[in-house]
């Protein structure tokens, strides 16, 4: 079967630094997206990993290990905009997007 | 660029009417887009994929004679929520697959049903 998990909900700080982790089981892989989420909005892009390794983007970063099913983002300077729903999703072999549950960001002065 | 607009951003209805949503890629051509759903402090849930030409495709356990799709030309796919019940209440959200690539999707804003 399909498997991509994320932690519900985190707490941060402003200004601080936060790893939102999401590990999968899928059949097939062509690359992990993560999006973000405003509430009541649709999901914007982060960032796009298909090679093991860190993708950096600004105060966002990205990690995957194919390997491990494994992967994380990274933000960093947490500015109180940040707090969001980060939605990572799976590219299949058939090339459709799986979706995780998505992790609730809280970002706390 | 790829840029996605829905209509109308949110809707309210009366149940048993029918509902609309329009999608449309603005600055490119979507051979393919996507309906999901989401319900509050869900995730989403792709309902259909929908082929500009052809039958939609839809996941398992969502009715297709009663969430209509039509996807008549390149920019633009429709959903009809046929004899909306308050259970329908929900965020139904399209994407459309981008120009450059076989699987990134760009998303539209958005459309919020509310059924009385």
């Known amino acids: 079967g399909q498997n991509i998990d994320q932690p519900t909900e985190m707490t941060a700080t402003e200004g601080a630094i936060v790893q939102i982790n999401c590990t999968y089981q899928?059949?097939?892989?062509?690359?992990l997206f993560w999006y973000q989420q405003h509430a009541g909005e649709a999901p914007t892009f982060l960032s796009y990993?298909?090679l093991d390794g860190l993708e950096e983007k600004g105060r966002f970063s990205s990690f995957l290990s194919r390997s491990k099913g494994y992967s994380y983002l990274l933000l960093k300077e947490l500015q109180m905009k940040d707090s969001a729903s980060y939605l990572c999703a799976i590219v299949d072999s058939n090339y459709q997007l799986i979706w995780g549950a998505g992790t609730k960001l809280i970002i706390k002065p | 660029g790829a840029v996605v607009s829905q209509h109308p951003s949110w809707v309210i209805c009366k149940s048993g009417t029918s509902v609309k949503i329009e999608c449309r890629s603005l600055d490119f051509q979507a051979t393919t887009m996507f309906w999901y759903r989401q319900f509050p402090k869900q995730s989403l849930m792709l309902m259909a994929t929908?082929?500009?030409?052809?039958?939609?495709?839809?996941e398992q356990g969502v009715e297709k004679d009663k969430f209509l799709i039509n996807h008549a030309s390149l920019t633009l796919s429709t959903l009809t929520v046929t004899s909306a019940h308050p259970e329908d209440s929900s965020f139904y959200i399209c994407?459309?697959?981008?120009?450059?690539?076989?699987?990134?999707?760009?998303f539209g804003p958005g459309t919020r049903l509310t059924v009385t």
């Open positions: 899928t059949s097939g892989f062509n690359g």
């Open positions: 994407s459309a697959r981008g120009p450059f690539s076989s699987y990134e999707q760009y």
């Open positions: 929908s082929n500009e030409g052809s039958k939609a495709t839809y």
């Open positions: 990993n298909v």
